[in-house]
């Protein structure tokens, strides 16, 4: 399956910033190019699977139901 299979519109191309790696969760931050950091909490078993390391190009994937704001 490529990735233009995947019907999320919210895509970041980016690097690998950072891997802080927990026993069951972890969190991956992807700098995108602008600068941007996106952070994803995925299960540290999907980080071994799917070879997540410092420096890796990937994209990251945003579908969301719900976006909450606060004022200032």
Do not use: H, W, Y
């Not at 970041?12 to 931050?29: H, Y």
């Amino acid at each position: 399956m490529s990735i233009t299979a995947i019907n999320v519109r919210n895509q970041f191309r980016g690097k690998i910033k950072e891997v802080i790696e927990g026993p069951v969760v972890s969190e991956i931050d992807v700098e995108t190019p602008s600068g941007q950091i996106v952070t994803s909490v995925i299960t540290t078993r999907s980080i071994k699977q799917l070879g997540l390391v410092v420096g890796k190009e990937v994209i990251a994937l945003v579908k969301a139901t719900e976006v909450s704001i606060a004022t200032l």
